[in-house]
């Protein structure tokens, strides 16, 4: 189970930290990362962590977003920066275990693909 929280709504240029508490999942060799959806638009993924550590960023959002998990809490992060009009989405955590080629992970999220389990995600609004 994946549980999002920290969405809300925030100013043009601001920042917010999601959080995903994972449960009842249990794997040495996995990718948890996010992706959102923005009404009328595509699923977009965002980023993704695996478990060795490798970090994954979609164009759109790399230098802004950095995604981080502590282990011990079972908690993923997405620490998000100089947030935009188009942020503004529901963003839903993912897991799957084991990973594809990580080369493929985000476009395959994307389609819908490759995810054992995802949350019921977070509105995030971005305003003036």
């Known amino acids: 189970q994946l549980v999002e929280s920290g969405g809300g709504s925030v100013q043009f240029g601001g920042s917010m930290t999601l959080s995903c508490v994972i449960s009842?999942?249990?794997?040495?060799?996995?990718?948890i990362g996010w992706f959102r959806r923005a009404p009328g638009k595509e699923r977009e993924a965002l980023s993704a962590?695996?478990?060795?550590?490798?970090?994954l960023y979609s164009e759109s959002v790399k230098g802004r977003f950095t995604i981080s998990s502590d282990n011990a809490k079972k908690t993923m992060y997405l620490q998000m920066n100089n947030l935009q009009a188009e942020d503004t989405a529901v963003y839903y955590c993912?897991?799957?275990?084991?990973?594809?080629?990580?080369?493929?992970?985000?476009?395959?999220?994307?389609?819908?693909?490759?995810?054992?389990?995802w949350g019921q995600g977070t509105q995030v609004t971005v305003s003036s």
């Open positions: 993912a897991a799957v275990s084991p990973p594809p080629d990580l080369s493929k992970l985000l476009r395959l999220w994307e389609l819908g693909f490759a995810m054992d389990y």
């Open positions: 009842g999942f249990n794997s040495d060799d996995y990718a």
């Open positions: 962590i695996t478990s060795g550590g490798t970090t």
